[in-house]
């Protein structure tokens, strides 16, 4: 079985760009969650969505923004990127039942220059 | 939140057990206790979880203090691909706050 996938893999934009990023999630998953990794540090949670409604949102400006789409993927968009804004961005999939476990993806890294 | 507490870093040799510790003493009576581990260059990988009583698979167990405000990752047998980082994460209403994990180094 396919595991989560994301695109694009490697992503360079400048600042003020805004970026989208792509997750599919595993088969008969209905929850995605997305994650912002900086160097040297743990992911930090951004947003978790639950069949197509937002069920969980981290510390993140409005800049960021996500939605899921009826057959479960999902996008993560990022407007007036800014050079903090330089991470990995994981995706994770779960089945959203109580015990919530995820499957991540490999990530995207992404480059603000 | 509940906040957790584990080691910067540990150490192992290979073939030998290697427990890791985790203090999350805020934690709510209905919190799951989660273990993920990243390995270099990949995302997080989901090891463990359980809530009041010691769970297994098979690629780890986890071990829960009574009272709950601990818990203690167990590698039986740790080999090089065991090196990671590992995160103990308390689950607050499908919230998984990552800190800054253990990374766990094995020496052959």
């Known amino acids: 079985d396919a595991g989560v996938t994301q695109s694009p893999t490697h992503l360079i934009k400048t600042r003020g760009q805004h970026v989208t990023l792509r997750c599919s999630p595993i088969?008969?998953?209905?929850?995605v969650s997305w994650y912002q990794q900086v160097l040297g540090q743990g992911p930090q949670f951004i947003f978790q969505?639950?069949?197509?409604?937002?069920?969980g949102r981290g510390n993140f400006p409005d800049r960021f923004s996500a939605r899921q789409f009826p057959n479960y993927s999902s996008e993560l968009n990022v407007n007036a990127l800014l050079l903090g804004d330089s991470a990995l961005y994981l995706c994770?999939?779960?089945?959203?039942?109580?015990?919530?476990?995820?499957?991540f993806g490999p990530g995207t890294r992404l480059t603000v220059l | 939140d509940a906040k957790t507490t584990q080691p910067n870093s540990m150490e192992s040799n290979e073939e030998e057990p290697v427990h890791l510790p985790c203090n999350h003493s805020?934690?709510?009576?209905?919190?799951?206790i989660h273990w993920y581990r990243q390995l270099p260059s990949q995302g997080p990988e989901y090891v463990i979880h359980?809530?009041?009583s010691n769970v297994n698979n098979r690629m780890a167990s986890l071990a829960i203090a009574e009272d709950r405000k601990s818990s203690t990752l167990i590698l039986h047998r740790a080999t090089l691909r065991d090196a990671a980082v590992y995160y103990c994460?308390?689950?607050?209403?499908?919230?998984?706050?990552f800190g800054a994990g253990t990374r766990l180094t094995v020496k052959p």
């Open positions: 994770a999939s779960s089945l959203g039942d109580n015990t919530d476990t995820q499957y």
């Open positions: 088969s008969g998953h209905k929850s």
């Open positions: 969505y639950y069949e197509k409604e937002e069920r």
């Open positions: 805020t934690i709510s009576g209905t919190d799951y």
């Open positions: 359980g809530l009041t």
């Open positions: 994460i308390p689950l607050h209403q499908y919230d998984m706050r």
